[in-house]
DNA sequence: GATTGGACCCTAGCACCGCTAGACAAGCGA
DNA sequence: TCGCTTGTCTAGCGGTGCTAGGGTCCAATC
């Protein structure tokens, strides 16, 4: 057995290979670099074999949405951990995401904009991205206001976060003034 | 001269047919569909005509993505004109911002998503880009509140939409929340 | 009206893409 | 040691955006 286990590490260790080197081509190069071509040159395999890890390029943005996914959760809930009060975790939640976006681009358009043949917001949505909304949900659920649901109040608030990332990488929003906009979004939409 | 002429004629026409034909083919099958091949083949013409109009794919995303910019424009004025009241306005704005991007799809995103090789928030930025821009200032301007500038907080608002706008067609967001997102919106963002 | 020049368009092909069939080698169990 | 399974590679398919080069047709000139 132990063969088989050993085997099966390696294989294991081979797939981590495969989605950390498509992470860092993307972040490099961006995403129309990944081909399944360099990808198989980078991890020194030949295409084939990362056929035989995912069923195709799709599911290898999945697998970097995922891995990306939970560390966002992560740098939210450590940003918001150490603030004191509603609306100042709000502001550190805002600021983590947007810090998030900027830095890992590639990821974030793996989890945000690319297909990466995920479910989202059903049963079926994988743990990491359901987690990486609950971790949203924790900080801003407690500002939705009267009669405005956690969810729904989350959903808006992360929209208008995802619009301000998105729209400021492609060169449509003006650059440099991401902090006014974070205050504006921060003073009105929680209440306290 | 009247030969000129009419080969002048001929040559806007084709290109009117290319831009067209290249829109009808996205929202129909998606711009992955939309290939030299294809798009030759539509217009009964070979491929490297259409390089006799166009650098390029990107130049026609970017050709379908002004025309569909003018169109937003004259939508959001519409809807606006007939509202009484500043918040009755921004309410209608917001309405006719998302019918816009979910009637439209793939020229919502040639204008806000896809690269077609416009410069966006610049001097040498085209006319109707600049002037969608202007119709969404037109309305939300006048709610910004104190101390802030009425451009930033176009910025801000626009931004909230595009982010409902992309998340819902994309599965992100679950559908049919539309309506109340754009309420919580238009109730909290703007100020009288 | 014939000739010539140039504008115009098409065929064919480049390098690349995602993906897969089938040959082949390596290593395990009997 | 042999047979077989498992794993990997080479080669190739149909597609992509884009372009070089040849041929055709038509307008202007003599």
Do not use: C
Request: glycine share 8%.
């Amino acid at each position: 057995m132990s063969v088989q286990e050993r085997k099966e590490r390696e294989r294991a260790e081979r797939e981590r290979l495969i989605v950390a080197t498509a992470r860092e081509l993307a972040e490099q190069q961006g995403w129309e670099a990944v081909t399944t071509r360099r990808l198989a040159e980078r991890i020194e395999y030949s295409q084939p074999v990362l056929y035989s890890h995912f069923r195709g390029k799709r599911e290898i943005i999945g697998a970097v949405a995922l891995q990306g996914s939970t560390e966002m959760a992560a740098a939210v809930r450590a940003a918001t951990a150490t603030a004191v009060g509603p609306r100042a975790r709000v502001h550190a939640l805002a600021r983590a995401y947007l810090d998030f976006a900027e830095r890992n681009p590639a990821v974030y358009d793996a989890i945000f904009q690319l297909d990466g043949g995920l479910a989202y917001a059903q049963e079926d949505t994988p743990e990491p991205l359901k987690d990486a909304f609950a971790a949203l949900l924790e900080s801003l659920g407690e500002v939705a206001g009267n009669g405005i649901a956690p969810g729904l109040f989350t959903e808006v608030f992360w929209a208008s976060l995802h619009g301000v990332a998105t729209l400021t990488r492609s060169g449509r929003l003006p650059p440099g003034d991401t902090e006014a906009r974070v205050e504006l979004l921060v003073d009105r939409l929680p209440v306290d």
